[in-house]
């Protein structure tokens, strides 16, 4: 990733689409859109890799994003942390 090691991404817990002044969760086909968008984008400086499996029986979509993991911050908040090479 080409993110400065001391910068982090912090997961929101909930994106709200707003609308006229009216806030909402987003319909299933936009937060979709949302994920897809974010991979894409995240993609252009890290490495998304797409897998298709199986869990329980059930189909599953991973997508793994290279050189990175998820960590926490002070306030407990999940954040997705850079990890340089060989570490």
């Known amino acids: 990733m080409n ?3 001391a910068r982090k991404i912090v997961i929101p817990g909930a994106i ?3 609308r006229r002044g009216v ?3 987003p319909h299933l086909s936009e937060a979709l859109a949302l994920v897809l968008g974010a991979l894409g984008t995240l993609n252009r400086s890290s490495g998304v890799r ?3 499996t199986k869990m329980n ?3 599953v979509a991973l997508a793994v994003i ?3 993991q998820f960590g926490e911050d002070k306030e407990g908040n ?3 942390d850079e990890i ?3 570490e």
Request: no cysteine; net charge negative; aromatic share 0%.
């Open 57 to 59: 029986g059930q189909p």
């Open 84 to 86: 340089p090479n060989g």
């Open 23 to 25: 806030s909402r969760l």
């Open 16 to 18: 709200q689409v707003q």
């Open 66 to 68: 290279e050189g990175a």
């Open 50 to 52: 797409a897998i298709n």
């Open 3 to 5: 993110l400065d090691a």
């Open 78 to 80: 999940t954040t997705l």
